[in-house]
């Protein structure tokens, strides 16, 4: 049974950071992109982040340069590390794990930016 389970969000000040981590189980996790992916309130999912099973990164263009996607494979782990939050950061932040036909959602870490 695939497992993703994501940790580490919160409440945060702005200008402040995250790490989010997200835990996989059942996979190969070294074959898979791993994505990060968050939904505001009231909004769609939206693309975040990407890491391929190379480590090439792929970035949505807001985020580049505050955001940082990285794997640890001999964890089967993948991390976000978030910094200089703003208040449009908000959202629950989802895990994705794709590889072709395989597609696979965690539950979703919520983020919370507000002074």
């Known amino acids: 049974q695939v497992q993703l389970v994501e940790s580490g969000g919160g409440l945060v000040q702005p200008g402040g950071s995250l790490r989010l981590s997200c835990a996989a189980s059942g996979i190969t996790f070294s074959r898979y992109v791993m994505g990060w992916y968050r939904q505001a309130p009231g909004k769609q999912r939206d693309f975040v982040a990407e890491i391929t099973s190379s480590g090439n990164t792929n970035y949505l263009n807001s985020v580049k340069g505050r955001f940082f996607i990285s794997r640890d494979n001999a964890k089967n782990t993948v991390y976000l590390q978030i910094n200089s939050l703003k208040a449009e950061d908000t959202a629950v932040y989802y895990c994705?794990?794709?590889?072709?036909?395989?597609?696979?959602w965690g539950k979703g870490t919520l983020v919370t930016v507000s002074s």
């Open positions: 994705n794990a794709n590889l072709g036909s395989m597609n696979y």
